[in-house]
DNA sequence: TATGAATGAGTGTTCATTCAT
DNA sequence: GATGAATGAACACTCATTCAT
């Protein structure tokens, strides 16, 4: 972010040098791809000889996965960090939703590596980046329980019954499969070509999203009759 | 399909030739990925020799482009051709998803082609789906409207007013992406790991968006306060 | 061995460039060893362009292995060809090494990839000289069968039984293995040092060790005492 | 020898430290060829930074070279150590060769360096062996002579004169060739496949060539006719 | 209509070697 | 006496693309 392009400063620690490395390389492969970015290019961007960078990171494989790694650290601890323990389902899912898309409004590239190339690239970076979908697709899942437990939003003279209905387990991780797929569609349009902030994107998912889910939590449900 | 390896048979009238060509280039793009398919494999699985692919399809580039037409094509065609004018928006929509899911369950490289490969590889080729994805949304725009007059979920209690309350032009198309992005996420999971059927994840997604997508048409908001 | 450098001749049929390819790498191979030969080198001495090495040989060591099998079956066919079946096994034994002699001499960079080179580079290659030493070393044995049959140098006033001595299978391996050691090392110095024709260094050897091997035959022993 | 890998002790005198560098080298020089070892590989081994060998060896070929010295210097004293004036010729020839076995087993790598290595890269490194080479053949020559002066194995009805025939110096260091190459070619054949002893393969040899040597002094002669 | 023959330009990767401390 | 940091130059290999037939 720094230097644009390449100003060899010398001497530098190691762990020092990684980061720029990788900052480089997470620039080159967000907007480039896995493929199309060539490892001289990320040397020449980190402002580094190209056999430096093997020496770190051993290979084109490795410095990518030490990138998804990163950047899947970096998204899940903002998302988390947002969340504040005592508060009602809702305002979590919210205020998670928001640093969402206020950090992948803020890293468009690492955004990019995660998003787009990981799953582009085969297996062993899927898997990577699986791992963090996961891992939110089940703090969304426990939201939505506790937004059961908590009454949501009553749908007053809804056709189900008023205690919390079963939803098979399939359901809910089809559900926050679909909730993530949506937040993830439209972080891309909020940053490239809806500019709208990311205040806006919760709250417009929030709507989309929040009342379907309370009314299933609630049983009601839709059908093609 | 046909022909698991190129059993080069002789003088196919051009027409026929370009679409196996275009076959194999599928599912070699959809497989590998843009950079990593090569015109070698391509030319072999079709059956034919690599100049030729160049004779009639001039360029990797073009050919790439040409599959992600035909591909968007196919696809916007089959959910157009689920759709029956006189059914109700619900319905329509339901009719619509359910087409989505199964293409893309039938066609799973060019459903790749056209929601991995296409986005993640430079500008001309995301356009290409751009345009598409637009098509969509914009149907899915009238479909909101529509249910909007017709009287969706009326949500008795509902905060807001009966009229159909104004939806902001820039909320709609946002409306339109996240919808279209949970689909598609749906469809990536349905396909690989939920192993359920089109009809059930057309289900599902009515479930999760119907309901919030009449709220909001009949005024009512979710706001973090 | 027509052109010193690349002359680049257009379009030939495969066959023959393949072999115009091998005769460089045999070159480049037998003068500089495995690991110091480039590709690079290969194709320019061979008048082709690097990829076209790759396309009809794959890889070096493909390439490498290649040599090595037609450098190998060149020189036993070269051997073998000498040897005319109806002659007394010394006779057979001298024609051979002869032709192996002359052999060499006139494919120094041949002898070279067999000799130095391939045992030089790991087991795969090592393996395919085996082969060809192996093959050549039965043969000997066989001609050391045969003279002690037919009655080899009697060694007249010998202290062994003038029947056939038993030789230990591992003896006549370890002999083979000396006698195929003195030859290619006499080759060695002929063609480099020695400046003796292959006639010469024929007989030579023959005066080195055909008595002796006489002498095994009839249980003439040496022993340290 | 003492340590498997770089167990980095600390402030050595100059000579030790380069004593350990050196045996690093032999081992990876002897195991891998002199280009696949790398100076990586060597300091790693030697339990020292890659800056301190060039410190004490100034570059990979003066390395190597002082290898190959080293380890012919000590090939050669061992043979000769083996050596007592005072017995007969064939005696001293047995000791000598049984030396050379025994300091070639017992060395494996440095005889890889000396053998296989020094003399597949290039002149300046197979002059240093051929000096070594030269040393001992010259020294073969003078016991091939002497046993000629004690009246070598008489082969009693031999059709040469008893004297000592002519041989032409050219010959003598034929012979003495030959001699060498199927001691090498023993030496790597009993430690590799053969798993004879050094004594065994020492006996091996002297039957294998002593009688025709013997015979050769007498003024026999194997002509094809 | 169709192809065997051929290549320029580039990729990831490695290595011997040197500073600066 | 010893090393962490750094690089220029090369190498094996691949690919999109064209020519001559």
Redesign the interface.
Known sequence: MSAVKGARTKRMPRAVREQQMMDAAVRTFGQ??Y??ASMDEIAELAGVSKPLVYLYLNSKEELFTACIRREAQRLTEAVQAAIQPGLTA??QM?AGLEAFFRHTQENPDGWSVLH??A???GEPFAAEVARMREEIAAFVTVLIGAAARQGVPP???ATGSNRSAELAD??V???A??????????A???NEA?G?SAKE?A???????????G??MHG?????R
Request: charged residues 20%.
């Open positions: 480039l791809g493929r199309a809702d305002r919210w787009r190339q799953r582009t690239h749908a007053p003279g399939r359901d991780e089809g559900l499969q679909a909730l993530v797929g949506a937040a993830e569609s439209l891309g349009w909020a809806g709208i994107a709250g417009l998912l929030m709507n989309f999203a929040w009342t379907g889910l009314g299933l009601e449900r839709w059908s093609p």
